[in-house]
């Protein structure tokens, strides 16, 4: 079997401090390092993510994607001119874009209706679009609704991409997963692939993908992502420090999606450490409360955090996990306290190991 791919992504909130010229050097690195591919997130707020790609593809010949774009931020137009012309710049290298409704603060800056319809009427719009052909949002009106687009007007690109360009379901939800399977060519499973894979859910999940693949006839074979919460640092305590929140938020996330308490024991979390958890988030508890609240089982349960010979041993066992069910890429994300130093570990000390 070929070795299993590395990509990182760039969590640009987690980079508000990096310039998008220091973020270019350190996709350098990782190139110089051996990784197949750059991802960057869809955040309001942070840096573009198609002004970072483009600044990526005009300084380094590497696969690229987003993972994900935000249904509910970018318009299909806006976004397939967008990709089609940083194409052009790739010099035939892979740009792969996610499809989502985005993490759990999408709400809170926009509305988000419809988000099964959404997803599924992006896809098949920029779909069409990046093939050249025509598109009337007559026919997606939870899109023409939702941004303005006049219903009988047709819209086209006059430029054609340069390089293939690959739509992937980032939604995990059972109902997400069959649309993505139907309508998207491949499958990014989130920030949680650790706990999903730990609870023993992982197996469901690329089910329901392939479910929606069925039902359009395509083949099972299909591009699989794992994305990796990853904090790694000499310093232990900074990099455990550095993921807790994260890992808290995200834990939240999966209790409130239906992970029951059978599945948090799973996890080697107790339930009860979890409520108290979304006690205290529902009553606006400062980060520093929040954060003291997420337990070491906690953070292990989301995120491979320590020192590299702590995190190499882990990511073996991972990187197995990933391999039994054919994914073709680890996509590591978040990476650790000092962004430069944790991805060079990554890439010298552990990724050699896998």
């Keep these: 079997m ?55 593809a005009a300084n380094i010949p590497i696969n690229l994607g987003t993972a994900v774009t935000v249904q509910y931020f970018r318009n299909p137009v806006d976004v397939a001119d967008s990709v089609a012309a940083i194409s052009e710049i790739m010099d035939g290298d892979e740009l792969s874009i996610g499809i ?12 988000t209706p419809k988000p099964l319809t959404m997803a599924r009427e992006m896809a098949q719009s920029l779909a069409l679009l990046l093939a050249g052909e025509a598109v009337c949002f007559g026919d997606y009106p939870a899109l023409a609704d939702y941004f303005n687009f006049n219903p009988t007007a047709s819209f086209n690109l006059n430029f054609a991409p340069k390089t293939p360009i690959r739509l992937y379901c980032g939604g995990n939800g059972p109902l997400g997963l069959a649309v993505g399977g139907e309508f998207m060519d491949g499958l990014i499973v989130g920030g949680e ?16 993908f392939e479910e929606g693949a069925a039902k359009a006839g395509k083949s099972s074979s299909y591009p699989k992502i794992a994305e990796i919460k990853l904090s790694v640092s000499r310093d232990k305590e900074a ?4 993921a807790r929140p994260t890992a808290g938020r995200r834990l939240l996330n999966l209790s409130r999606r239906g992970y029951g308490p059978e599945d948090i024991l799973a996890l080697g979390v107790a339930p009860e450490d979890v409520a108290r958890l979304d006690e205290a988030e529902r009553q606006g508890a400062t980060e520093e ?19 590299p010979e702590h995190c190499r041993d882990r990511m073996i066992e991972l990187r197995d996990t990933a391999e039994q069910y054919g994914f073709k890429q680890l996509m590591y994300s978040e990476l650790g306290p000092n962004v430069e130093e944790s991805l060079r570990l990554l890439c010298d000390e552990i990724v050699p190991a896998l």
């Design 2 to 56: 070929a070795s299993i791919e590395t990509g990182i992504q760039f969590h640009l909130p987690t980079y508000a401090h990096v310039s998008l010229p220091e973020l270019i050097n350190l996709g350098k690195v990782a190139k110089a390092a051996g990784v197949k591919q750059l991802w960057v997130t869809d955040n309001l707020r942070s840096r573009n993510a198609f002004v970072v790609l483009a600044g990526f």
């Design 289 to 307: 409360r929040f954060t003291g609240l997420v337990t070491d089982a906690m953070l292990d349960a989301v995120f491979v955090a320590g020192e």
């Design 239 to 242: 990099a455990r420090a550095f």
């Design 100 to 111: 989502a409704r985005g993490n759990g603060n999408t709400p809170n800056f926009v509305k």
């Design 193 to 208: 692939f650790k706990a999903i894979s730990g609870a023993g859910h992982l197996p469901a999940v690329l089910s329901k």
